[in-house]
């Protein structure tokens, strides 16, 4: 399967939109390299400010260049775009509602060997608390340049999850990107595992092998955090009668957190999280990070497998 | 307006400010007093807009960031005519666009929502940046306090200003030497304040707050300066105009009560 970074999808659109409309202006914060913003700065230089080691000032400075009617990207680190500049986040941008797009590459603990200070497993929670945020959390590089067309779009502040390493491309140029519309990426009746990010990929391999053990799993992309596709979790609730939640990230006000609000308001089943469970990253190589953290194919096998028993045991079966 | 038209604005915007925070039974009367005359000359000398035409595409922007001063704010956009002044009484009240501190939903005028102290200058830099972007003669206007200048993202946005040699950039501090818990000096010491803002590249004038001849010049020096951002520090009063509040930190956060309203608007009338 050919593999390509989210961060690029979100360059390589910018790159894109910058060529025709001057509008799109781009800042970073001494992560242009890293985040490959450079790649706007390069083409379109009196189009890009580097504000420097600074985020707090990045996220206000991209209100003001908004107020000015551009469609400014603020990209750096998610930890540093939802964290240190939250407040900036929610007092400046969301709470005038303003037109900023945020970029937050590197999220996850697939950014690797930086360690758990640089590897974001909180943006969900603290960015779907946010009224007036889009939240969209790309599954592959070519999702990523849809959301990222997608949100200059918008009229109104969007956060974009990005990762650094590599992960496999499982959309194409025609999977329809809706903001807030889930897509259904293999039917299923015996439950629905619903994931973002990275996990999508997961989830399709969970799903193969469920249905070597005779159990049909649905699988959802959810690449819109806020707002959430209540009409489509509902359904699968309803339809399938359990849930299993698979995402890069803290499960606490994450996806698992998500999904589970919006089910006890509709249609309550059982749900089985997978994701980071009350803890920080560690070092090491992506793909060993995602089996230490239990994060891979055969950990939502395994979740399928109790959320099923959970269901049975509740009908009685 | 001359500055005899000047002094009189000012007296009636003070005036309202009292009267809007007695009405709302909380408020901040002193800081916003104390830029009472600051803003006043801004508002209705030096600004470009159209109160009547408030999205006006080439007008000056006014950033209030240090927010808890909205009472001056309200009273320099009712003066103005953005809005009747018989509704500055409704301030934070439920339902009102008049919120405790200023919200740009629901009140033209108000450019962005502020209240966290430390925000405003951030958006000034990025309102500069895209004027300039753009080729156009708008000015900049930010106004902060000085207890609010020991916020770091000040200084993150003043560093920004400087590099980018931010000229249609105007920033305004309120150096009334008080913050909520005391001297600005005994509670985290800010001087050489000039020197600090020099040192990140700014064009700096200190003058007297309250002397609208200053001001005006001040403003005027400000828009001739080139390649630089300019940083006026005002010298002020902090609950300028009404005797018993003149300097007192008491009166930073605190509505006045029946009787001493009525003592303060006779002084302001
Ligand atoms: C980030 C933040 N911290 C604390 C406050 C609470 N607060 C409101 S006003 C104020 C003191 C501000 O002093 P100064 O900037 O000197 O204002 P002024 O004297 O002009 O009223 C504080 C700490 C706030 N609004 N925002
Ligand atoms: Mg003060």
Redo the contacts between chains.
């Keep these: 399967m050919e593999k390509k970074a989210t961060r690029y999808g979100y360059s390589e659109a910018l790159l894109e939109m910058g060529a025709v409309d001057q509008n799109i202006?781009v800042l970073d914060a001494d992560l242009s390299r890293s985040t490959s913003t450079e790649l706007f700065m390069k083409k379109f230089p009196?189009?890009f400010?580097n504000?420097?080691v600074?985020e707090?000032?990045l996220?206000?400075?991209?209100?003001?260049?908004?107020?000015?009617?551009?469609i400014?990207f603020a990209t750096t680190y998610s930890i540093f775009a939802s964290g240190r500049a939250w407040?900036?986040l929610r007092?400046?941008v969301c709470?005038?509602?303003?037109n900023v797009k945020i970029g937050g590459s590197h999220a996850g603990v697939m950014t690797g060997p930086d360690g758990a200070s640089h590897q974001a497993l909180e943006e969900i929670t603290l960015t779907r608390v946010l009224p007036n945020l889009t939240v969209f959390v790309p599954c592959d590089y070519i999702e990523a340049k849809k959301a990222t067309l997608a949100a200059a779009k918008i009229k109104g502040p969007v956060y974009i999850r990005l990762g650094r390493e590599a992960i496999p491309i499982i959309t194409t140029a025609d999977t329809v990107f809706e903001p807030g519309r889930g897509i259904v990426m293999r039917p299923g009746t015996d439950l629905t595992i619903i994931a973002c990010g990275v996990m999508v990929n997961e989830a399709l391999q969970a799903a193969v092998a469920l249905q070597e053990r005779g159990i049909s799993a649905r699988v959802v992309n959810l690449h819109t955090l806020k707002p959430l596709d209540e009409t489509l979790i509902e359904k699968c609730a309803r339809e399938t009668g359990a849930i299993v939640t698979a995402e890069e990230h803290e499960i606490y006000g994450g996806l698992g957190g998500a999904i589970s609000e919006a089910i006890v308001k509709s249609w309550p089943v059982p749900v089985e999280m997978v994701g980071v469970k009350d803890q920080f990253g560690e070092s090491g190589q992506p793909e060993e990070l995602l089996r230490h953290f239990n994060l891979k194919d055969t950990d939502i096998v395994a979740a399928a497998e109790k959320v099923l028993a959970r269901k049975n045991k509740k009908q009685g079966i | 307006m001359d500055i005899e038209q000047l002094k009189t604005k000012a007296r009636k915007i003070r005036y309202d400010i009292i009267k809007m925070i007695a009405a709302a039974g909380s408020g901040h009367p002193g800081g916003s007093l104390s830029s009472a005359d600051l803003l006043t000359a801004l508002y209705f000398s030096k600004l470009k807009h159209r109160p009547r035409e408030p999205f006006w595409a080439d007008r000056d922007r006014f950033v209030l960031s240090k927010g808890h001063c909205a009472p001056v704010l309200y009273a320099c956009l009712a003066e103005s005519g953005y809005f009747p002044v018989e509704k500055l009484i409704t301030l934070r009240q439920l339902g009102s666009c008049l919120q405790g501190h200023p919200s740009c939903r629901g009140l033209d005028g108000v450019e962005v929502s502020t209240g966290s102290l430390g925000m405003g200058l951030s958006v000034a830099v990025g309102m500069a940046l895209g004027a300039r972007l753009d080729n156009k003669k708008t000015r900049i206007y930010c106004l902060m306090g000085d207890g609010e200048t020991q916020e770091g993202q000040i200084w993150e946005a003043a560093m920004s200003a400087g590099h980018y040699k931010l000229d249609n950039l105007c920033g305004i501090i309120d150096s009334n030497k008080l913050q909520i818990d005391g001297r600005v000096q005994q509670i985290m010491n800010i001087a050489p304040v000039a020197d600090k803002w020099r040192a990140f590249g700014w064009n700096t004038l200190e003058i007297d707050g309250h002397d609208f001849k200053q001001i005006l010049s001040s403003y005027d020096q400000a828009e001739k300066t080139t390649g630089q951002p300019t940083m006026i520090i005002a010298n002020t009063v902090k609950g300028k105009g009404v005797s018993f509040m003149e300097d007192r930190e008491e009166w930073h956060g605190k509505a006045p009560s029946k009787d001493l309203a009525e003592k303060a608007l006779k002084e302001l009338s």
Aim: proline content about 3%.
């Design positions: 202006v009196e189009r400010f504000l420097g600074a707090q000032n996220m206000g400075v991209a209100g003001g260049l908004s107020l000015m009617g551009k400014p407040e900036q007092t400046t709470y005038s509602n303003l």
